[in-house]
């Protein structure tokens, strides 16, 4: 697929330049720039360089430990492992559906993962770039930084994050790799006292979610040139819808818009996946890179995420949300938007709506009450695929007649994005590079680029670590002719 | 004629005769660590986390007959530290993975680890490898969790006259074995009702099905810790 991203005519001829690794995004990972001998990057690769296997090391695991076992691939977005886990499982248990509380514990859950993880990457990790700008000092440019200059964001930020926690601890059990959510059901009600702590800040979190809205399009509205054009990269989208069309984070059937808007396919169910997607390797990184089949690779890559999911979607359905969304759709004059940088626009307006939703459920008796179990007839496999913070997520189980894992697939959010981001790492490199010199500047930008689409390169392959960025200039012949570090 | 006493860290505790040093601890309410030993059976003396000294000898609590007049030393950071650097050799032996292991807030042997203060493991792991045994329709067995405290040997052995499960193996290669030509506990006369069934301390043997349906935080070691729950109850608690 895409086969100028990675091939050149004499590669001899070309110089590596290698950002590694990557800083401010969740695992690890490397970029590395082929240069031909006019400066011009000619090759762009996003390396996932380290392997995780969790595929393997499940099988032969009894199904019931699964959901919990699968969790530990993430400490940012556990909850939509957990979930997915489940949900695939509840068809091998039969409970096709589950009970009302069952789905109503776990979509809150999942709605506090949305809210959590989105307040996280847009506060913590992306503002810094955002308000400060690429090129502004590192020492600035981060949380810290943030709190410093613009205490009131930081501190909402802080607290919209604890909330989307506190609705993960209050439905799972715990802030992070909660045990709640069981093939067939759900093993705990919400309590009371839960509820009503949280529904005291609830529209407090919608209020903050709004203005974090309002702040991202100021910073679209206020400088277009960057926000419209940086690390654009058209492609089709693709998400979860649900039946009438409207946004659908936790359940529903997938849809695939092209570039320019047309509805390619839609209403295709989720356990029709493997028929639909397929994943093709490259012998350089562990992450595969998924495309709809039936269009081949070259024409059937698709970024997943907010920025799919806001424009897949016909509408979004929770009010505030729903106007944001518009906001969005008319500022472009109803041209699909492609550029990273939207990414974080069309994050918030999910994260609003995580807000909207969670204060809205919560008075619901069905969490505080009522069956949480249900049961059917067996099934050999099961298929779960939710919409995680960060995109479309699929896990898939068979499971013998003695209980135990015979085999499983794990699609992951960050795993739909790899074509976009490798796209987009070229296309900042192509426009930032010089040619001669490595400059901050270049680094900032591609990490930038990187960052828009909130990559969690541990949920594609491995683990978290602290990264420092270190950044070689490699001839050839592979001398290497210049060096960045910086601590991460 | 009054009953003769010997002293655990320092108080009095009554016995009867030939009870041993653990049993009579246990009646007066006064709890020494151990996982092999259970009031059904009588001493094993393997896992050797009932360690006392008397006399400037560790011994065994539970193997160890209580003498009139006897200076018993349980709890003391030099016992401890023993006993901890048993528990961290127990944890690497096996694959003993608390966050996902379903037997989480109900195991002794975490709990112990809670109790004794272990922060690590310290040693290098063993990783065994052994195959989950799901044979059985009700019962599931993961041999990589064995602590070798053979409950279940002696449980399906004198009380449920089966004989179901020995230790094979010497020393290092020692492992769990089903006994039945094939291996596979479903060709045994094992049932899920059968005492060998409940007694794991660990989770070894685990009933199908159930996995985390007791939420993890709602579970017996979670609302007290391992020293009080493995007290008998005494006239007048509820």
New interface residues.
């Given amino acids: 697929m895409s086969s100028d991203l990675e091939t050149a005519a004499n590669r001899d001829t070309l110089r590596r330049v290698a950002i590694d690794p990557i800083s401010r995004v969740e695992g690890h990972g490397k970029v590395t720039l082929l240069l031909d001998e006019a400066g011009q990057v000619h090759e762009a690769r996003l390396h996932i360089v380290e392997f995780r296997g969790f595929e393997a090391f499940i099988e032969?695991?009894?199904y019931?430990?699964i959901?919990?076992?699968v969790q530990?691939l993430c400490g940012i977005c556990p909850v939509s492992h957990h979930l997915a886990a489940a949900k695939a499982l509840d068809y091998v248990?039969g409970a096709v559906p589950v009970t009302a509380t069952a789905d109503k514990m776990r979509r809150l859950m999942h709605y506090g993962q949305i809210l959590q993880s989105h307040a996280l990457h847009f506060f913590h990790l992306a503002s810094p770039d955002l308000l400060f700008g690429f090129d502004a000092p590192v020492a600035q440019r981060n949380i810290a930084g943030v709190i410093a200059a613009h205490p009131d964001i930081a501190r909402q930020g802080v607290g919209l994050r604890r909330f989307g926690q506190q609705v993960i601890a209050a439905t799972a059990?715990?802030r992070i790799?909660?045990?709640?959510a069981?093939?067939g059901g759900i093993?705990?009600h919400l309590s009371a006292t839960d509820r009503d702590a949280l529904l005291a800040e609830a529209d407090t979190m919608v209020a903050w979610s709004q203005a974090a809205v309002a702040l991202v399009r100021r910073l679209h509205e206020a400088d277009p040139a960057l926000y419209d054009r940086f690390g654009c990269v058209p492609s089709s989208l693709m998400s979860l819808v649900r039946a009438d069309g409207a946004m659908e984070l936790y359940d529903g059937q997938l849809r695939l818009r092209s570039a320019d808007g047309e509805v390619l396919r839609d209403a295709v169910p989720s356990h029709d996946y493997m028929d639909f997607i397929t994943e093709a390797v490259k012998p350089w990184s562990y992450m595969k890179f998924p495309y709809v089949t039936d269009l081949g690779p070259e024409a059937g890559w698709y970024k997943v995420g907010p920025l799919a999911r806001v424009q897949n979607c016909d509408f979004i359905p929770t009010p505030l949300a729903e106007a944001e969304r518009r906001a969005f759709r008319a500022y472009s004059g109803g041209a699909i938007q492609h550029a990273s940088l939207a990414y974080h626009w069309a994050r918030m307006i999910e994260m609003l709506h995580a807000a909207e939703v969670i204060r809205d459920m919560l008075p619901d008796p069905d969490l505080t009450g009522g069956e949480r179990m249900a049961e059917g007839p067996r099934a050999a496999s099961g298929v779960g695929v939710i919409e995680a913070p960060r995109g479309t997520l699929i896990h898939h189980y068979w499971v013998?007649d003695?209980?135990?894992v015979r085999w499983c697939n794990l699609i992951v959010s960050t795993t739909h994005n790899n074509e976009a981001m490798n796209r987009a790492v070229r296309e900042v490199a192509r426009r930032e590079l010089d040619g001669q010199t490595l400059t901050e500047g270049l680094l900032n930008h591609i990490e930038v680029a990187i960052r828009a689409y909130d990559p969690c390169l541990s949920c594609a392959t491995h683990a978290l670590g602290k990264m420092p960025l270190e950044v070689r200039l490699v001839d050839a012949g592979g001398q290497c002719v210049a060096q960045k570090v910086r601590n991460g | 004629m009054s009953q003769p006493t010997f002293l655990l860290d320092g108080q009095s505790v009554p016995f009867d005769d030939g009870q041993m040093i653990l049993e009579a601890a246990r009646a007066a309410g006064r709890y020494i660590p151990h996982l092999c030993w259970h009031p059904d059976f009588p001493p094993h003396g393997s896992c050797k986390l009932c360690v006392v000294k008397v006399a400037g000898r560790h011994v065994s609590a539970c193997a160890t007959p209580a003498r009139a007049g006897a200076e018993v030393e349980s709890d003391t950071p030099e016992i401890n530290t023993e006993r901890r650097t048993l528990l961290q050799m127990l944890f690497v032996e096996g694959n003993h993975f608390c966050?996902?292991c379903?037997k989480s807030g109900d195991c002794q042997l975490q709990a112990m680890a809670y109790d004794l203060e272990m922060t690590t493991p310290r040693f290098r792991h063993f990783f065994p490898d052994r195959?989950?045994d799901?044979?059985h329709p009700e019962v599931?067995l993961d041999f990589n969790r064995c602590i070798y405290c053979e409950l279940c040997v002696r449980a399906s052995r004198e009380q449920d006259g089966k004989a179901v499960f020995a230790l094979t193996g010497r020393g290092i290669n020692k492992k769990l074995a089903v006994n039945a030509e094939s291996g596979r506990l479903a060709d045994t006369d094992f049932a899920a009702n059968d005492k060998a069934a409940h007694i794991c301390p660990v989770g070894v043997i685990?009933k199908?099905?159930?996995?985390?349906?007791?939420?993890?935080?709602e579970r017996t070691y979670d609302r007290a810790p391992l020293h009080e729950v493995a007290l008998p109850k005494l006239e007048g608690d509820t």
């Fill in positions: 032969g695991r009894p019931w430990e959901p919990v076992i530990r248990v059990g715990k790799h909660g045990t709640a069981v093939p093993n705990r013998g003695d209980d135990l | 966050p996902a379903e195959p989950v799901a044979s599931l685990l199908k099905r159930v996995g985390f349906a007791v939420p993890i935080g």
